[in-house]
């Protein structure tokens, strides 16, 4: 497979680009003289494309200071290339055949001679170092606004977009070509301060779709009284006639459980076997740290009858408290105190003998990427679950590079990346236009996408189909009669699973001939496979909130419900762990070999179809008192499919599925 990034070349630059008129006279706007504009190399591609004219907010505040990101190119970007694809491909003499982190970072690593010259530029003109990797792939750094100005021949401006204020260079940055020749990337913008946690907490229904339904969300009494079901269809309740005129609906899921998700997932007379994941480390990338994780998920697993966490089974790298940065654009650490209780209790509950590692970013950019670094860089784990993502794919080209060449190093290792495909559909309400959210659409990682499961009350899965809710509001008039407010399934959309065509990757060897030509068209398309996500037939934890970010101090513990396919991601990445305990193997990179599985026996994969009638449940919020039928398998312009949909990929995973993808060639 070679990776292709289209509209805008991706490379290393030559030294001494001669800069054209435009960026001569750039760069004397700048403090960078027309006489030595020459003497300098140019990244065009370092500019988002959201940073334009027509989002322009003027200058950036002067008062705070910002991070950047220098990325240097792999000295052989070419063969770590080749490398993962022999890694990872069963039909490849090097299949599983995987590099140390040692032998990879003396192979491909940029040298530490470059890597020093670039740490000695920066600190030298002032700007603060936060951290260089081992494999010295990148220098993270902070400075003010006219600090990186000054350094980069730009202006920084603060530019409207996605519902945010981003700060961004309002024209190309450029280095001394001394230090530039050394350079592929350069990130001086903040387009990965939108990246946020993929996860949805029941009842998150976000703002309403109409005037009408916002003065409805002042009522105080249900029209329908909507107990939660442990099982679906404990509690059944009569709503107006719906699809085929049903109106005996189960209520929404009061969060399942982790006896009741191995259940339904098929691993509990495994688990009794001792194949529980032990022997197997499932690492997970968030930022920030829960200060109460270890406690809680200890009181959350003895309410659920389920063994619990010790200092060797879970274990954590994370910064202090007093090094988180960028919180306010990164939705502060009570924002991602959720995610990272969901991944760890959902890892530990579908793989109880598994050990975890918490790897934590000190925020949501270059964080993860230290995070990440420390995991490749001394192969801690070899499954890595990652439940964040951007807002589609309006990253910088050079930032999108910089990333892949970590995924390379993932795959070269033998490291298996696994990411949740996002939470809001196709993106196009937000964006304006269809898009996957990057880093799931990267060719080298493994997206999960999302779908909504009923377990029955004898732990059987009772259905799955694609994750996507709408909500329709049900009224009562003043006779007593139930109506909808409008035609189901409604108008309002209230999450799904991120998926669709890239704009920015051609598409993989491995997905040819599997996945429709009319979706793919020449281009990656995501997701790769699917779990559970929906929130509204979630799965339960238990947390002590957050309640002030700058003590950290927590509340009382509590017991919530949350879905995303920030579930799916760690449920897909314990099971993983399972099977690779019980087979003795090292999965890596699956994606070659899960397409190849499922060319050679599509029998083996779930497929997740539209329902017939649609499934639906009864929910009535706590906040509002307001009552809705929420539809499934209403994912934006996403649709589920027979075979390969951009919902839920080649479908749902299993322990017979994941034993052919670990026994590799077939």
Same mark, same amino acid.
């Given at each position: ?62 008062d705070e200071t910002f991070e950047g990101e220098i990325y240097l190119p792999l000295r052989n970007a070419a063969g770590a290339e080749a490398l993962a694809k022999a890694v990872s491909t069963p039909t490849n ?194 930022a920030y740290a829960s200060p109460s994780i270890l406690k809680d998920a200890n009181t959350y697993s003895a309410a659920n009858g389920e063994p619990g966490l010790t200092n060797s089974s879970y274990q954590q ?167 909808y407010l409008e035609p189901l399934p409604g108008t309002r959309f209230v999450g799904g699973a991120g998926g669709g065509t890239s704009a920015v990757f051609s598409e993989p060897d491995y997905q040819k001939g ?31 909130? /957050?309640?002030?970010?700058? !003590?950290?101090?927590?509340?009382? $513990?509590? &017991?919530? %419900?949350?879905? #995303?396919?920030?579930? @799916? ?8 762990? /399972?099977?690779?305990?019980? !087979?003795?193997?090292?999965?890596? $990179?699956? &994606?070659? %070999?899960?397409? #190849?599985?499922?060319? @050679? ?66």
């Amino acid at each position: 497979m070679r990776t292709r990034i289209t509209d805008r070349a991706l490379h290393k630059r030559a030294a001494g680009i001669l800069a054209t008129t435009a960026a001569v006279v750039a760069l004397s706007m700048t403090g960078v003289g027309a006489a030595n504009a020459a003497d300098r190399v140019t990244y065009t591609d370092s500019v988002p494309t959201w940073a334009s004219s027509a989002n322009d907010a003027g200058a950036a505040p002067s008062d705070e200071t910002f991070e950047g990101e220098i990325y240097l190119p792999l000295r052989n970007a070419a063969g770590a290339e080749a490398l993962a694809k022999a890694v990872s491909t069963p039909t490849n003499h090097g299949y599983r055949k995987a590099m140390s982190p040692n032998q990879w970072i003396k192979s491909f690593a940029p040298t530490k001679a470059d890597s020093d010259a670039v740490v000695r530029f920066l600190t030298t003109a002032g700007l603060t170092i936060s951290a260089v990797p081992d494999s010295r792939q990148y220098v993270v750094f902070r400075g003010t606004a006219e600090q990186l100005g000054s350094v980069f021949g730009t202006s920084l401006h603060s530019y409207d977009y996605a519902g945010r204020q981003l700060v961004a260079p309002s024209s190309a940055p450029s280095l001394p070509t001394a230090v530039g020749s050394k350079v592929s990337g350069v990130s001086i913008e903040q387009s990965r301060m939108l990246t946020q946690p993929d996860s949805i907490q029941q009842g998150d229904l976000g703002a309403s779709g109409t005037p009408q339904l916002s003065r409805k969300l002042a009522a105080a009494a249900p029209v329908v009284d909507t107990p939660c079901s442990h099982y679906i269809g404990e509690h059944v309740v009569t709503v107006p006639p719906s699809y085929n005129g049903q109106t005996q609906y189960s209520t929404y899921n009061c969060g399942y459980t982790p006896a009741q998700l191995r259940s339904a997932y098929g691993l509990s007379d495994l688990s009794k076997k001792g194949l529980n994941g032990s022997g197997q480390t499932v690492a997970i990338i968030d930022a920030y740290a829960s200060p109460s994780i270890l406690k809680d998920a200890n009181t959350y697993s003895a309410a659920n009858g389920e063994p619990g966490l010790t200092n060797s089974s879970y274990q954590q790298l994370v910064p202090k408290p007093s090094e988180f940065v960028d919180q306010a654009a990164c939705q502060f650490p009570s924002g991602w105190q959720g995610e990272q209780t969901l991944d760890v209790e959902s890892v530990h509950g579908i793989a109880p003998g598994a050990r975890i590692l918490y790897v934590g970013g000190f925020n949501c950019g270059g964080g993860l990427d230290v995070a990440m670094s420390k995991i490749l860089d001394n192969k801690l784990a070899n499954i890595v679950s990652n439940s964040y993502g951007n807002v589609g794919e309006a990253v910088p080209a050079d930032v999108i590079q910089g990333e892949v060449n970590l995924q390379l190093q993932a795959a070269g290792e033998g490291i298996g990346l696994y990411f949740s495909s996002g939470d809001n559909g196709d993106e196009a309400a937000r964006l304006g236009v269809p898009s996957p959210d990057f880093p799931a659409s990267s060719p080298w990682v493994t997206s999960v996408g999302g779908t909504s499961m009923g377990i029955d009350k004898n732990g059987k899965m009772s259905f799955e189909t694609g994750w996507g809710n709408k909500v329709d509001q049900i009224a009562k008039d003043a006779s007593g009669n139930l109506s909808y407010l409008e035609p189901l399934p409604g108008t309002r959309f209230v999450g799904g699973a991120g998926g669709g065509t890239s704009a920015v990757f051609s598409e993989p060897d491995y997905q040819k001939g599997a996945v429709p030509a009319s979706l793919s068209n020449g281009f990656r398309v995501s997701p790769d496979v699917a779990a559970l996500a929906d929130p509204y037939t979630g799965f339960q934890i238990g947390i002590r909130p /957050i309640i002030d970010d700058d !003590t950290l101090e927590t509340g009382a $513990f509590v &017991n919530e %419900t949350y879905g #995303g396919t920030s579930l @799916a991601s760690p449920i897909v990445a314990a099971q993983i762990a /399972i099977v690779q305990q019980a !087979t003795h193997t090292s999965i890596g $990179f699956a &994606n070659p %070999t899960l397409y #190849g599985v499922q060319k @050679a026996v599509p029998a083996s994969f779930r497929d997740v179809l539209p329902q017939n009638p649609t499934q639906a449940v009864a929910y009535t919020s706590k906040t509002s008192g307001n009552s809705y039928l929420v539809s499934f398998d209403q994912d934006t312009s996403l649709k589920t499919a027979k075979g390969y949909d951009a919902v839920t990929g080649l479908g749902g995973v299993s322990f017979t599925l994941l034993s052919l993808v670990a026994a590799g060639r077939h």
